[in-house]
């Protein structure tokens, strides 16, 4: 049987990198392609060479592995080495190539994702384009933008939910909050992924280089209704982007006036 699984565990690595290939080959059938949703995003292409950089390094790793564990299952079949088995001590060179070598490549990733990680998450835009509030909550998206004072807690804030609106090719900054549990705001698109913590505001931001409609959606299981947590995020020009903020604004205070007109109305006459 020594030989039998030999082939089987060979089979791991060839039909690991086969998977690999056929998932990145973008003309291959709709079914099978399941590798990364276009890239919008300024910044997105440094994450996508980061990830593509890790998945060679780690790759190598599981192919050498794969196919050193079928040769030795090959090589030591039980039927064909009648000999005892004999124990060894051991070399204390290979342990330490086999230390050194996963030491010095952990180090090399460390260094080398340093800038992606600044950018993605420390260096913060001071030229945002436009400044929005995103809160999760079980289980939808609200957001709200500052109006024309460019404040937020103010009377003219604008409120809106499931749709995030934002203007191309400029920096997005938004502040990331939950109402409740732990939700994930996640951007396939953006190539942008940030818990929402309760408590906390987490500063996140994207540079959008594409006019459309793609996915937002929780990547944290929050509750029961997980599933239907989902949005979408609207990436318009700069001139549509005013004139929709424009037409929120007007319907809300519409309403707004309705709301106190009718309250008014109910009161009883002195």
């Known amino acids: 049987m020594g030989k039998f699984w030999s082939f089987v565990f060979f089979l791991v690595p060839v039909l690991g990198v086969g998977l690999f290939v056929v998932a990145m080959n973008f003309h291959s059938l709709p079914l099978l392609n399941h590798w990364f949703p276009e890239d919008v995003s300024a910044s997105g292409h440094v994450i996508d060479q980061l990830f593509m950089t890790i998945l060679v390094l780690t790759g190598v790793v599981f192919v050498a592995t794969e196919v050193c564990l079928a040769f030795f299952l090959w090589r030591y079949d039980a039927k064909a080495n009648r000999d005892p088995v004999r124990y060894m001590h051991g070399s204390h060179t290979l342990e330490v190539v086999w230390t050194v070598l996963p030491a010095a490549t952990l180090f090399f990733i460390a260094i080398y994702q340093m800038n992606a990680w600044a950018d993605a998450k420390i260096r913060q835009p001071k030229d945002a384009g436009v400044i929005v509030e995103v809160r999760g909550r079980q289980f939808e998206w609200r957001f709200r933008y500052p109006g024309p004072d460019g404040k937020f807690n103010t009377p003219d804030d604008i409120h809106w939910d499931t749709d995030l609106h934002v203007p191309v090719d400029e920096e997005v900054l938004v502040h990331l909050k939950s109402e409740d549990v732990l939700h994930s705001f996640f951007l396939p698109n953006m190539r942008v992924k940030q818990d929402a913590v309760p408590g906390m505001m987490i500063p996140v ?33 700069r001139a549509d982007f005013d004139a929709w903020l424009v037409e929120i604004a007007n319907k809300q205070h519409a309403t707004q006036a309705d709301a106190t007109a009718t309250a008014d109305a109910a009161k009883p006459a002195k």
Request: hydrophobic residues 35%; aromatic residues 16%; contains cysteine.
């Open 205 to 237: 931001w994207f540079r959008p280089t594409k006019i459309g409609s793609w996915d937002l959606v929780c990547a944290e299981l929050c509750g029961w209704g997980h599933y239907k947590m989902r949005g979408r995020i609207t990436v318009q020009s």
